[in-house]
Protein backbone atom coordinates (compact mmCIF):
# COMPACT_ATOMS: atom_id res chain seq x y z
CA UNK A 1 0.00 0.00 0.00
CA UNK A 2 1.50 3.35 -1.35
CA UNK A 3 2.01 6.10 1.07
CA UNK A 4 -0.40 8.07 -1.00
CA UNK A 5 -3.24 6.01 -0.98
CA UNK A 6 -2.62 5.18 2.97
CA UNK A 7 -3.08 9.14 3.55
CA UNK A 8 -6.07 9.42 1.77
CA UNK A 9 -7.91 6.26 3.66
CA UNK A 10 -6.42 8.03 6.97
CA UNK A 11 -8.48 11.00 5.92
CA UNK A 12 -11.72 9.61 4.84
CA UNK A 13 -14.62 10.21 6.78
CA UNK A 14 -16.43 7.23 5.59
CA UNK A 15 -13.23 5.19 6.47
CA UNK A 16 -13.50 6.63 9.65
CA UNK A 17 -17.51 5.76 9.77
CA UNK A 18 -16.72 2.07 9.01
CA UNK A 19 -14.01 1.68 11.49
CA UNK A 20 -16.59 3.17 14.17
CA UNK A 21 -19.40 0.67 13.03
CA UNK A 22 -16.26 -2.09 12.89
CA UNK A 23 -15.58 -1.15 16.26
CA UNK A 24 -19.05 -1.27 17.73
CA UNK A 25 -19.44 -4.50 15.96
CA UNK A 26 -16.34 -6.23 18.10
CA UNK A 27 -17.15 -4.67 20.90
CA UNK A 28 -20.76 -6.32 20.56
CA UNK A 29 -19.34 -9.10 19.40
CA UNK A 30 -17.46 -9.69 23.09
CA UNK A 31 -20.06 -8.33 24.97
CA UNK A 32 -22.58 -11.25 24.07
CA UNK A 33 -19.85 -13.91 24.28
CA UNK A 34 -18.81 -12.67 27.37
CA UNK A 35 -22.13 -12.54 28.91
CA UNK A 36 -22.46 -16.68 27.32
CA UNK A 37 -19.41 -17.20 29.16
CA UNK A 38 -19.87 -15.60 32.17
CA UNK A 39 -24.05 -16.26 32.66
CA UNK A 40 -25.33 -18.88 30.32
CA UNK A 41 -22.51 -21.39 30.39
CA UNK A 42 -21.78 -21.58 33.81
CA UNK A 43 -25.69 -23.03 34.41
CA UNK A 44 -25.08 -25.18 31.52
CA UNK A 45 -22.32 -26.03 33.56
CA UNK A 46 -24.36 -27.26 37.00
CA UNK A 47 -27.11 -29.13 34.78
CA UNK A 48 -24.27 -31.52 33.21
CA UNK A 49 -23.41 -31.94 37.15
CA UNK A 50 -26.77 -32.41 38.15
CA UNK A 51 -27.12 -35.27 35.23
CA UNK A 52 -23.94 -36.68 36.34
CA UNK A 53 -25.23 -37.11 39.86
CA UNK A 54 -28.95 -38.28 38.46
CA UNK A 55 -26.89 -40.66 36.37
CA UNK A 56 -24.82 -42.33 39.04
CA UNK A 57 -28.40 -42.11 41.63
CA UNK A 58 -30.08 -44.17 38.71
CA UNK A 59 -27.30 -46.65 37.91
CA UNK A 60 -27.52 -47.00 41.80
CA UNK A 61 -31.26 -48.33 41.38
CA UNK A 62 -30.19 -51.17 39.29
CA UNK A 63 -33.09 -50.53 36.47
CA UNK A 64 -34.06 -53.58 34.57
CA UNK A 65 -34.64 -52.83 29.84
CA UNK A 66 -38.13 -52.13 31.08
CA UNK A 67 -37.71 -49.95 33.99
CA UNK A 68 -34.73 -48.36 32.26
CA UNK A 69 -37.62 -47.91 28.90
CA UNK A 70 -39.34 -46.51 30.31
CA UNK A 71 -37.59 -43.79 32.40
CA UNK A 72 -36.23 -43.18 28.96
CA UNK A 73 -39.33 -42.02 27.76
CA UNK A 74 -40.39 -40.20 30.58
CA UNK A 75 -37.23 -38.29 31.59
CA UNK A 76 -36.25 -38.05 27.54
CA UNK A 77 -33.78 -40.12 28.18
CA UNK A 78 -31.62 -42.26 26.44
CA UNK A 79 -29.56 -45.56 28.29
CA UNK A 80 -27.63 -48.64 27.65
CA UNK A 81 -26.34 -51.19 29.88
CA UNK A 82 -23.28 -53.39 30.29
CA UNK A 83 -22.45 -56.35 32.30
CA UNK A 84 -23.42 -59.65 34.01
CA UNK A 85 -27.25 -59.38 32.81
CA UNK A 86 -25.93 -59.09 28.96
CA UNK A 87 -25.95 -56.03 27.05
CA UNK A 88 -28.85 -53.51 26.33
CA UNK A 89 -29.92 -50.14 25.16
CA UNK A 90 -33.51 -48.16 25.32
CA UNK A 91 -32.42 -46.96 22.09
CA UNK A 92 -30.08 -47.55 18.93
CA UNK A 93 -27.06 -45.95 18.10
CA UNK A 94 -25.57 -45.38 21.36
CA UNK A 95 -21.88 -46.27 21.49
CA UNK A 96 -19.88 -48.34 23.77
CA UNK A 97 -19.24 -48.07 27.05
CA UNK A 98 -15.06 -48.00 26.14
CA UNK A 99 -15.89 -45.68 23.50
CA UNK A 100 -17.65 -43.12 26.02
CA UNK A 101 -14.42 -43.65 28.32
CA UNK A 102 -12.62 -41.88 25.15
CA UNK A 103 -14.96 -39.19 24.53
CA UNK A 104 -17.40 -38.68 27.93
CA UNK A 105 -19.20 -35.46 26.06
CA UNK A 106 -23.22 -35.76 26.29
CA UNK A 107 -22.53 -39.17 27.97
CA UNK A 108 -22.70 -40.01 31.58
CA UNK A 109 -20.86 -43.47 32.66
CA UNK A 110 -21.93 -44.95 36.42
CA UNK A 111 -20.86 -48.02 37.91
CA UNK A 112 -23.58 -50.36 38.80
CA UNK A 113 -24.31 -52.24 42.24
CA UNK A 114 -23.80 -55.63 40.91
CA UNK A 115 -21.17 -55.22 38.57
CA UNK A 116 -21.17 -53.86 34.82
CA UNK A 117 -21.95 -50.27 34.06
CA UNK A 118 -24.78 -47.80 32.69
CA UNK A 119 -24.58 -45.24 29.86
CA UNK A 120 -26.98 -42.65 30.29
CA UNK A 121 -27.55 -39.41 27.59
CA UNK A 122 -29.97 -36.69 28.21
CA UNK A 123 -31.51 -35.89 24.98
CA UNK A 124 -32.78 -32.78 26.64
CA UNK A 125 -29.65 -31.43 28.06
CA UNK A 126 -27.71 -31.78 24.45
CA UNK A 127 -30.72 -30.10 22.97
CA UNK A 128 -30.08 -26.66 24.50
CA UNK A 129 -26.63 -26.97 24.38
CA UNK A 130 -27.00 -27.06 20.37
CA UNK A 131 -29.61 -24.52 20.61
CA UNK A 132 -27.64 -22.13 22.79
CA UNK A 133 -25.03 -22.61 20.02
CA UNK A 134 -27.28 -22.05 17.31
CA UNK A 135 -28.71 -19.01 19.42
CA UNK A 136 -24.96 -17.49 19.68
CA UNK A 137 -24.16 -17.75 16.30
CA UNK A 138 -27.58 -16.29 15.09
CA UNK A 139 -26.70 -13.96 17.32
CA UNK A 140 -23.19 -13.23 15.64
CA UNK A 141 -25.09 -13.33 12.27
CA UNK A 142 -27.63 -10.58 12.85
CA UNK A 143 -25.28 -8.60 14.28
CA UNK A 144 -23.26 -8.37 10.83
CA UNK A 145 -26.10 -8.35 9.26
CA UNK A 146 -26.84 -5.01 11.09
CA UNK A 147 -23.48 -3.90 10.60
CA UNK A 148 -23.82 -4.59 6.59
CA UNK A 149 -27.11 -2.37 6.65
CA UNK A 150 -25.47 0.45 8.14
CA UNK A 151 -22.45 0.05 5.75
CA UNK A 152 -25.16 0.48 3.27
CA UNK A 153 -27.01 3.56 4.33
CA UNK A 154 -23.96 5.37 5.31
CA UNK A 155 -22.59 4.74 1.76
CA UNK A 156 -25.44 6.11 0.35
CA UNK A 157 -25.79 8.78 2.91
CA UNK A 158 -22.26 9.87 2.24
CA UNK A 159 -23.11 9.88 -1.71
CA UNK A 160 -23.73 13.44 -1.88
CA UNK A 161 -19.84 13.79 -0.12
CA UNK A 162 -18.14 11.73 -2.57
CA UNK A 163 -20.10 13.60 -5.55
CA UNK A 164 -18.87 16.86 -4.01
CA UNK A 165 -15.36 15.71 -3.69
CA UNK A 166 -15.44 14.55 -7.48
CA UNK A 167 -16.66 17.91 -8.24
CA UNK A 168 -13.95 20.08 -6.18
CA UNK A 169 -11.04 17.77 -7.82
CA UNK A 170 -12.68 18.77 -11.47
CA UNK A 171 -12.59 22.35 -10.60
CA UNK A 172 -8.78 22.08 -9.22
CA UNK A 173 -7.63 19.99 -12.20
CA UNK A 174 -9.61 23.69 -14.23
CA UNK A 175 -12.95 22.03 -15.66
CA UNK A 176 -14.81 25.41 -15.05
CA UNK A 177 -18.13 23.21 -16.27
CA UNK A 178 -18.68 21.10 -13.18
CA UNK A 179 -22.11 20.68 -12.03
CA UNK A 180 -22.40 18.73 -8.92
CA UNK A 181 -25.98 16.79 -8.74
CA UNK A 182 -28.06 17.37 -5.32
CA UNK A 183 -29.14 14.20 -3.96
CA UNK A 184 -30.22 15.33 -0.69
CA UNK A 185 -32.21 18.26 0.92
CA UNK A 186 -29.98 18.40 4.21
CA UNK A 187 -26.53 19.67 5.47
CA UNK A 188 -25.42 18.02 1.95
CA UNK A 189 -27.77 19.33 -0.21
CA UNK A 190 -27.52 23.00 1.17
CA UNK A 191 -23.56 22.29 0.82
CA UNK A 192 -23.50 20.93 -2.84
CA UNK A 193 -25.79 23.82 -3.96
CA UNK A 194 -23.59 26.64 -2.12
CA UNK A 195 -20.25 24.88 -4.10
CA UNK A 196 -22.07 24.61 -7.58
CA UNK A 197 -22.80 28.58 -7.27
CA UNK A 198 -19.46 29.21 -6.39
CA UNK A 199 -18.48 27.80 -9.25
CA UNK A 200 -21.01 29.97 -11.56
CA UNK A 201 -19.59 32.60 -9.94
CA UNK A 202 -15.81 31.99 -10.58
CA UNK A 203 -16.72 31.02 -14.32
CA UNK A 204 -18.60 34.64 -14.33
CA UNK A 205 -15.57 36.23 -13.28
CA UNK A 206 -13.15 34.43 -15.47
CA UNK A 207 -15.56 35.08 -18.39
CA UNK A 208 -15.35 38.64 -17.44
CA UNK A 209 -11.96 38.68 -16.88
CA UNK A 210 -11.26 37.18 -20.21
CA UNK A 211 -13.66 39.54 -21.83
CA UNK A 212 -11.79 42.89 -20.59
CA UNK A 213 -8.52 41.33 -22.01
CA UNK A 214 -10.03 40.79 -24.87
CA UNK A 215 -11.90 44.11 -25.31
CA UNK A 216 -8.81 46.30 -23.87
CA UNK A 217 -6.71 43.69 -27.07
CA UNK A 218 -8.89 45.08 -29.23
CA UNK A 219 -8.82 48.63 -28.49
CA UNK A 220 -5.22 48.73 -27.93
CA UNK A 221 -4.60 48.47 -31.51
CA UNK A 222 -5.63 51.03 -33.01
CA UNK A 223 -3.45 53.22 -31.22
CA UNK A 224 -0.84 50.79 -31.59
CA UNK A 225 -0.91 51.28 -35.00
CA UNK A 226 -0.94 54.99 -34.94
CA UNK A 227 2.18 54.82 -32.64
CA UNK A 228 3.97 52.36 -35.39
CA UNK A 229 3.09 55.27 -38.10
CA UNK A 230 4.44 58.16 -35.74
CA UNK A 231 7.68 55.81 -35.02
CA UNK A 232 8.38 55.56 -38.61
CA UNK A 233 8.69 59.47 -39.12
CA UNK A 234 10.85 59.43 -36.05
CA UNK A 235 15.00 59.79 -37.09
CA UNK A 236 17.16 56.94 -36.92
CA UNK A 237 18.94 56.15 -33.61
CA UNK A 238 19.29 54.58 -30.04
CA UNK A 239 15.96 56.00 -28.87
CA UNK A 240 13.61 54.83 -32.09
CA UNK A 241 15.04 51.47 -31.23
CA UNK A 242 14.08 51.16 -28.07
CA UNK A 243 10.41 52.72 -28.90
CA UNK A 244 10.64 50.19 -31.83
CA UNK A 245 11.31 47.29 -29.41
CA UNK A 246 8.68 48.09 -26.44
CA UNK A 247 5.91 48.52 -29.83
CA UNK A 248 6.97 45.43 -31.05
CA UNK A 249 6.80 43.74 -27.13
CA UNK A 250 3.10 45.04 -26.94
CA UNK A 251 2.00 43.90 -30.05
CA UNK A 252 3.35 40.08 -29.82
CA UNK A 253 1.12 40.74 -26.75
CA UNK A 254 -1.43 41.67 -28.29
CA UNK A 255 -1.25 38.56 -30.74
CA UNK A 256 -1.36 36.10 -28.12
CA UNK A 257 -4.25 37.26 -26.11
CA UNK A 258 -6.18 37.30 -29.52
CA UNK A 259 -5.13 33.94 -30.11
CA UNK A 260 -6.08 32.86 -26.36
CA UNK A 261 -9.66 33.87 -27.38
CA UNK A 262 -9.79 32.40 -30.76
CA UNK A 263 -9.02 28.87 -28.72
CA UNK A 264 -11.43 29.56 -26.22
CA UNK A 265 -14.12 26.39 -26.39
CA UNK A 266 -12.15 24.71 -29.10
CA UNK A 267 -12.17 27.43 -32.23
CA UNK A 268 -9.12 28.23 -33.99
CA UNK A 269 -7.85 24.73 -34.52
CA UNK A 270 -8.27 22.54 -37.79
CA UNK A 271 -7.47 18.85 -37.05
CA UNK A 272 -6.41 16.37 -39.89
CA UNK A 273 -4.78 12.78 -38.38
CA UNK A 274 -0.83 13.07 -38.83
CA UNK A 275 2.14 11.17 -37.22
CA UNK A 276 2.63 12.75 -34.03
CA UNK A 277 6.06 11.15 -33.77
CA UNK A 278 7.60 12.74 -36.97
CA UNK A 279 6.58 16.27 -35.53
CA UNK A 280 7.68 15.70 -31.96
CA UNK A 281 10.98 14.17 -33.59
CA UNK A 282 11.13 17.97 -35.99
CA UNK A 283 10.92 20.03 -32.97
CA UNK A 284 13.11 18.08 -31.02
CA UNK A 285 16.03 18.33 -33.68
CA UNK A 286 15.64 22.11 -33.80
CA UNK A 287 16.84 22.59 -30.47
CA UNK A 288 19.10 19.80 -30.90
CA UNK A 289 22.00 22.55 -31.26
CA UNK A 290 21.33 24.74 -28.33
CA UNK A 291 22.82 23.52 -25.03
CA UNK A 292 21.93 21.49 -23.14
CA UNK A 293 20.54 19.58 -26.15
CA UNK A 294 17.87 17.33 -26.44
CA UNK A 295 17.51 13.69 -26.41
CA UNK A 296 14.26 12.64 -28.21
CA UNK A 297 12.44 8.96 -26.92
CA UNK A 298 9.63 7.15 -29.12
CA UNK A 299 8.05 4.13 -28.68
CA UNK A 300 6.98 3.75 -32.46
CA UNK A 301 7.98 5.06 -35.37
CA UNK A 302 4.74 6.47 -36.05
CA UNK A 303 1.52 7.84 -33.27
CA UNK A 304 -1.32 8.80 -35.99
CA UNK A 305 -3.97 11.38 -34.33
CA UNK A 306 -6.04 14.01 -34.83
CA UNK A 307 -4.17 17.38 -34.14
CA UNK A 308 -3.20 20.62 -35.77
CA UNK A 309 0.12 20.08 -36.45
CA UNK A 310 1.08 23.73 -36.14
CA UNK A 311 -0.39 24.15 -33.03
CA UNK A 312 1.04 21.09 -31.47
CA UNK A 313 4.55 22.54 -32.86
CA UNK A 314 3.38 25.85 -30.72
CA UNK A 315 3.01 23.67 -27.74
CA UNK A 316 6.13 21.94 -27.88
CA UNK A 317 8.37 24.96 -28.89
CA UNK A 318 7.19 26.78 -25.96
CA UNK A 319 8.06 23.94 -23.70
CA UNK A 320 11.24 23.47 -24.95
CA UNK A 321 12.35 26.85 -25.04
CA UNK A 322 11.61 27.13 -21.23
CA UNK A 323 13.41 24.11 -21.11
CA UNK A 324 16.35 24.88 -22.38
CA UNK A 325 16.56 28.78 -21.22
CA UNK A 326 15.59 27.27 -17.69
CA UNK A 327 18.41 24.57 -17.94
CA UNK A 328 21.91 25.27 -15.43
CA UNK A 329 25.45 24.71 -16.75
CA UNK A 330 25.34 21.70 -15.55
CA UNK A 331 22.42 20.30 -16.54
CA UNK A 332 21.34 16.93 -18.66
CA UNK A 333 19.96 17.40 -22.41
CA UNK A 334 16.19 18.17 -22.01
CA UNK A 335 13.97 14.60 -22.85
CA UNK A 336 11.18 14.85 -25.07
CA UNK A 337 9.38 10.98 -25.33
CA UNK A 338 6.30 10.14 -26.81
CA UNK A 339 4.36 6.62 -25.44
CA UNK A 340 1.13 5.21 -26.85
CA UNK A 341 -1.46 4.21 -23.90
CA UNK A 342 -4.67 2.26 -23.93
CA UNK A 343 -6.88 5.67 -24.58
CA UNK A 344 -4.30 8.33 -25.20
CA UNK A 345 -0.77 9.80 -26.93
CA UNK A 346 2.05 11.02 -24.09
CA UNK A 347 4.15 13.56 -24.25
CA UNK A 348 6.37 14.13 -21.79
CA UNK A 349 9.42 16.98 -22.05
CA UNK A 350 11.72 16.88 -18.87
CA UNK A 351 14.32 18.98 -17.92
CA UNK A 352 17.57 18.88 -15.35
CA UNK A 353 17.00 22.34 -14.18
CA UNK A 354 16.06 24.26 -11.05
CA UNK A 355 12.32 22.70 -11.14
CA UNK A 356 9.04 25.00 -10.42
CA UNK A 357 8.29 25.88 -6.64
CA UNK A 358 5.06 23.72 -5.42
CA UNK A 359 3.23 26.86 -4.68
CA UNK A 360 3.16 27.82 -8.56
CA UNK A 361 2.41 25.13 -10.17
CA UNK A 362 -1.17 25.42 -9.23
CA UNK A 363 -1.05 28.28 -11.46
CA UNK A 364 1.57 27.99 -14.10
CA UNK A 365 -1.21 27.83 -16.85
CA UNK A 366 -2.67 30.96 -15.56
CA UNK A 367 -2.60 34.10 -18.46
CA UNK A 368 0.38 37.13 -17.37
CA UNK A 369 1.82 34.48 -14.36
CA UNK A 370 5.14 34.08 -14.47
CA UNK A 371 7.51 32.20 -12.12
CA UNK A 372 10.39 34.78 -12.28
CA UNK A 373 8.50 37.46 -10.46
CA UNK A 374 10.71 40.19 -11.95
CA UNK A 375 8.99 40.44 -15.27
CA UNK A 376 12.15 42.15 -16.59
CA UNK A 377 13.25 42.20 -20.65
CA UNK A 378 15.99 39.94 -19.67
CA UNK A 379 13.51 37.25 -18.26
CA UNK A 380 11.11 37.57 -21.13
CA UNK A 381 7.81 36.40 -21.82
CA UNK A 382 4.95 37.76 -20.57
CA UNK A 383 3.29 34.76 -19.16
CA UNK A 384 1.19 34.18 -21.80
CA UNK A 385 3.22 30.84 -23.13
CA UNK A 386 1.87 28.28 -20.98
CA UNK A 387 -1.79 29.61 -20.84
CA UNK A 388 -1.85 28.95 -24.76
CA UNK A 389 -0.61 25.65 -24.28
CA UNK A 390 -3.64 24.91 -22.48
CA UNK A 391 -5.40 26.23 -24.65
CA UNK A 392 -4.36 24.62 -27.43
CA UNK A 393 -4.51 20.77 -25.36
CA UNK A 394 -8.01 21.66 -24.23
CA UNK A 395 -9.05 22.65 -27.77
CA UNK A 396 -7.76 18.76 -29.17
CA UNK A 397 -9.42 17.16 -25.85
CA UNK A 398 -6.03 16.89 -24.36
CA UNK A 399 -4.73 18.38 -21.61
CA UNK A 400 -1.35 19.44 -20.23
CA UNK A 401 0.44 18.84 -16.99
CA UNK A 402 3.40 20.38 -15.03
CA UNK A 403 5.48 18.49 -11.84
CA UNK A 404 8.30 18.20 -10.71
CA UNK A 405 11.10 15.30 -11.32
CA UNK A 406 11.55 13.43 -7.96
CA UNK A 407 15.47 14.47 -8.54
CA UNK A 408 16.17 17.77 -9.89
CA UNK A 409 14.23 19.85 -13.01
CA UNK A 410 10.25 20.13 -14.26
CA UNK A 411 8.41 17.86 -16.27
CA UNK A 412 5.39 18.87 -18.71
CA UNK A 413 3.11 16.00 -19.86
CA UNK A 414 0.88 16.46 -22.90
CA UNK A 415 -2.02 14.15 -23.35
CA UNK A 416 -3.65 13.29 -26.84
CA UNK A 417 -6.80 11.38 -27.28
CA UNK A 418 -6.32 8.45 -29.54
CA UNK A 419 -8.90 8.47 -32.61
CA UNK A 420 -11.73 6.64 -32.35
Known amino acids: MTEVLRTKLYRSIFVKLLAIMLATAVTLLFMVGGFVWLVINPDLITSRRLIADYARALAATSPNYETAKKLAADLDLRIRYEGPDGTW ?3 PGLPSIREVKNWRHDFYVAPAPRGGSYLIS ?15 WLLHFLMLVVVFMAYIVI ?50 MIRARDQLLLDVSHELRSP ?39 LREGRGISTERQNLVSIVREMAESFQDRPPGVRFIAAASEILVEIDGDKIRTVLR ?12 DSRPVVVSVTEEEAAVIVRVADDGPGIPETDLASLFE ?11 KSGGYGLGLSICKRIMTAHGGGVAAANNAGRGARFTLTLPKPA
Open 89 to 91: QTS
Open 122 to 136: WELGRRMRETHNKLL
Open 155 to 204: RHALRPLRSLHQGVTRLSEGHLDVVVPSWTRDEFGVLTEAFNQMVRRIRE
Open 224 to 262: LTRMKVALALLPEGEKKQRIAADVSEMETMIAELLELER
Open 318 to 329: NLLENAVKYSLP
Open 367 to 377: PFFRVDRSRSK
